[in-house]
Nanobody, 123 residues
Framework: QVQLVESGGGLVQPGGSLRLSCVVS????????MAWYRQVPAKEREREMV?????????NYADSVKGRFTISRDDAKKTVYLQMDSLKPEDTAVYSC???????????????WGQGTQVTVSA
């Protein structure tokens, strides 16, 4: 199986920074696109794509975080990061990572999710 484990969430004041990490483990042949999503509890049916990075290194961001958040990946460590700067109260959410993974001995590519980490921006 494949597991994604996030870390780095917490409480931060407005204007502060946090760095999220997500480590992928398991029987992995290749990791393709990796992404961060967030979900506000009051809007359980709405999950917003925050940032995405392909295996070629191309990135794209939600308009709400452009210029403040940076996504990166370290394929040797099977890890994706989200550097969040100039945080705002409206960034408060549960942040989850997603990865498209090809598994050893298994045909095709499947999407996997982490359990999520809470980010709270408040004075």
């Amino acid at each position: 199986q494949v597991q994604l484990v996030e870390s780095g969430g917490g409480l931060v004041q407005p204007g502060g920074s946090l760095r999220l990490s997500c480590v992928v483990s398991g029987s992995i042949f290749r990791i393709y696109t990796m992404a961060w999503y967030r979900q506000v509890p009051a809007k359980e049916r709405e999950r917003e794509m925050v940032a995405r990075i392909t295996d070629g290194g191309s990135t794209n961001y939600a308009d709400s975080v452009k210029g403040r958040f940076t996504i990166s990946r370290d394929d040797a460590k099977k890890t994706v990061y989200l550097q969040m700067d100039s945080l705002k109260p409206e960034d408060t959410a549960v942040y989850s990572c997603n990865a498209l993974v090809g598994r050893i001995g298994v045909t095709g590519i499947d999407a996997y999710w982490g359990q999520g980490t809470q980010v709270t921006v408040s004075a």
